[in-house]
């Protein structure tokens, strides 16, 4: 059964950083694309970052290029988002999702991931 759990989230400073992990378990990371998403209280959900199988071509949405950068280890099947310079505006619930053979572009959306984990608060704040 495939699975994802998120870790990683917490308080923080605006300016601060935090590093979000999403452990896959029950398929082998290497063959699916893996998106970060987040959702604010009262938003919708909106694409963060995606990286295609195989350490393929990376996407970032505008608000966080230069600040996020999203990577993965096959070794540990695990997916990171390291968040630097954050901001209040960055809080939300963060959620992973996995997608099998999937090309990450600026129309990467929520609705073309099979997978999700249950998400990890991450709050920015003063």
């Known amino acids: 059964q495939l699975q994802l759990v998120e870790s990683g989230g917490g308080l923080v400073q605006p300016g601060g950083s935090l590093r979000l992990s999403c452990a896959a378990s029950?398929?082998?990371?290497?063959?699916?694309?893996i998106g970060w998403f987040r959702q604010a209280p009262g938003k919708e959900r909106e694409g963060v970052s995606c990286?295609?199988?195989?350490?393929?071509?990376?996407y970032y949405v505008d608000s966080v290029k230069g600040r996020f950068t999203i990577s993965r280890d096959n070794a540990k099947n695990t997916v990171y988002l390291q968040m630097n310079s954050l901001k209040p505006e960055d809080t939300a619930v963060y959620y992973c999702?996995?997608?099998?053979?999937?090309?990450?572009?600026?129309?990467?959306?929520?609705?073309?991931?099979?997978?999700w984990g249950q998400g990890t608060q991450v709050t920015v704040s003063s």
């Open positions: 999702a996995a997608v099998w053979y999937y090309y990450c572009s600026n129309y990467f959306s929520a609705s073309h991931f099979t997978s």
């Open positions: 990286m295609s199988n195989s350490e393929g071509n990376t």
């Open positions: 029950g398929f082998t990371l290497d063959d699916y694309a």
